[in-house]
């Protein structure tokens, strides 16, 4: 038995107009405002914590992300609740299958919607086991012993060449087009310690302050507001978006 703390953050920044980011809170879906929660896992048999990075013209990035995470929370929550490991896995991919097909449709219905797409990364708990999820460049890192690490690959040209001049530019998402979407995903439940925190952004967090500024604002228990606050005073170039949470033992 658990307690998780979360604090989400969403921010439009200081040079953008709107802001196409969202985060599902556990029970609330996060815009341009700050927000706090907690709850036990007892009490409850799965759950999301998930942020989405939308992109598009108008504002179709702010369709994208909102559609992806609303569809996710529905799509966990109808999930029966005794598929094993393997099966969750292949439902997942029929998930990703079906929020494309529901982007594309909306940009046949809406032309100015036909390039929309949003990355996905996110936590989900269900059947008594852990899950990490990843499409796109937005991030999931672990602080454990005081110590940062990436959990998740960015789906980037700076990954595949390994240069960091490519900033922005994603080689898999949902939606937008991408024909050949995938999503990592691991199951991580032994790996899932009480004392941890984790933390989902952005690249509008994870552009503008580096890895080493991140894990201390976390060390000093900076909530995901502080979080925001810190890539807008670093210019804040897009949207950020971070959500933290803690996992403190209640037994």
């Known amino acids: 038995?658990?307690?998780?703390?979360?604090?989400?953050?969403?921010?439009?920044?200081?040079?953008?107009?709107?802001?196409?980011?969202?985060?599902?809170?556990?029970?609330?879906?996060?815009?341009?405002?700050?927000?706090?929660?907690?709850?036990?896992?007892?009490?409850?048999?799965?759950?999301?914590?998930?942020?989405?990075d939308g992109m598009g013209g108008h504002n179709a990035g702010e369709v994208a992300s909102e559609e992806a995470l609303s569809n996710l929370k529905f799509f966990i929550s109808d999930l029966p609740a005794v598929l094993s490991s393997g099966d969750f896995h292949e439902m997942i991919v029929e998930w990703l299958s079906s929020i494309?097909?529901?982007?594309?449709s909306k940009g046949h219905v809406n032309p100015s919607m036909a390039e929309m797409g949003t990355t996905l990364v996110g936590v989900v708990y269900y059947g008594g086991k852990y899950y990490w999820l990843n499409c796109g460049d937005s991030r999931l890192?672990?602080?454990?012993?005081?110590?940062?690490?990436?959990?998740?690959?960015?789906?980037?040209?700076?990954?595949?060449?390994?240069?960091?001049?490519?900033?922005?530019?994603?080689?898999?998402?949902?939606?937008?087009?991408?024909?050949?979407?995938?999503?990592?995903?691991?199951?991580?439940?032994?790996?899932?310690?009480?004392?941890?925190?984790?933390?989902?952004?952005?690249?509008?967090?994870?552009?503008?302050?580096?890895?080493?500024?991140?894990?201390?604002l976390l060390n000093r228990q900076a909530s995901a507001n502080k979080l925001c606050e810190a890539a807008i005073e670093a210019g804040g170039y897009d949207n950020v978006s971070a959500c933290v949470f803690s996992v403190m033992d209640n037994r």
């Open 100 to 104: 494309n097909k529901v982007m594309a």
């Open 1 to 52: 038995m658990s307690r998780i703390t979360v604090t989400a953050a969403s921010r439009v920044g200081c040079v953008r107009d709107n802001n196409e980011d969202m985060i599902l809170a556990y029970d609330r879906l996060i815009r341009s405002e700050a927000y706090k929660t907690e709850f036990m896992t007892e009490n409850t048999d799965r759950f999301v914590i998930a942020l989405a």
């Open 141 to 216: 890192y672990r602080l454990r012993d005081k110590q940062l690490v990436q959990l998740t690959t960015d789906h980037s040209l700076n990954t595949m060449t390994g240069q960091a001049k490519h900033s922005n530019v994603i080689t898999n998402c949902i939606g937008a087009g991408c024909k050949n979407s995938y999503i990592d995903m691991e199951e991580f439940t032994a790996d899932f310690l009480p004392g941890d925190t984790y933390l989902l952004c952005s690249d509008g967090l994870s552009d503008m302050i580096s890895d080493a500024a991140i894990q201390e």
